[in-house]
T-cell receptor
């Protein structure tokens, strides 16, 4: 069975600084995708970034980038130039093609200090 | 972008009543829809997977008779919480996908409060 672990329940960052959220996963599958979702207080689920396991290049989306270490089964999210609007709960998620299901980590609450 | 509408956004009802939550994909046909439950400050837990025209597949521990799922068309899935009790109070979120390899698009969720 696949599992996703986010070991940081809460993180804090100063506005304009950089923060990295950790995520590890466990799977025996070779065909899978990894995601980071943001859930602000409104509780809407917003896709931040997506990484295909077969791609070696780390995905980037503006201020958001990932460090995908396939052998170590690690998928961390780096937020650069943090903004107040980045404050939210962030979920790492794993998707395996063979199950068609999205497995979420426990979440990390990010606080951005002005 | 793909839009998923979930209705109602908030519902309060008495214990023992049944509540229906709708999930619609507004601008695409969803081959599969998913229903999640989320308790405060916790992660999303998959309840069931719904494919159009077929019975939903429930995750282990989810009561089929308590949480009725119907996926009548490629744009609509409904979750009915039958004979709801206070312990069913939670945040319910649906998502929809065009096909297996596309990202899930989430509705805005429904806050269910059972008195």
């Amino acid at each position: 069975a696949q599992t996703v672990t986010q070991s940081q329940p809460e993180m804090s960052v100063q506005e304009a600084e950089t923060v990295t959220l950790s995520c590890t996963y466990d799977t025996s599958e070779s065909d899978y995708y990894l995601f980071w979702y943001k859930q602000p207080p409104s509780r809407q689920m917003i896709l931040v970034i997506r990484q295909e396991a077969y791609k070696q290049q780390n995905a980037t989306e503006n201020r958001f980038s990932v460090n995908f270490q396939k052998a170590a089964k690690s998928f961390s999210l780096k937020i650069s130039d943090s903004q107040l609007g980045d404050a939210a709960m962030y979920f790492c998620a794993f998707f395996a093609s063979n199950t068609g299901k999205l497995i979420f980590g426990q979440g990390t609450t990010l606080q951005v200090k002005p | 972008g793909a839009v998923v509408s979930q209705h109602p956004s908030w519902v309060i009802c008495k214990s023992g009543t049944s509540v229906k939550i709708e999930c619609r994909s507004l601008d695409f046909q969803a081959t599969t829809m998913f229903w999640y439950r989320q308790f405060p400050k916790q992660s999303l837990m998959l309840m069931a997977t719904s494919n159009e025209g077929s019975k939903a597949t429930y995750e282990q521990g989810v009561e089929k008779d308590k949480f009725l799922i119907n996926h009548a068309s490629l744009t609509l899935s409904t979750l009915t919480v039958t004979s709801a009790h206070p312990e069913d109070s939670s945040f319910y979120i649906c998502s929809a996908v065009r096909d297996t390899y596309q990202p899930q698009h989430f509705g805005d969720g429904t806050r269910l409060s059972i008195l």
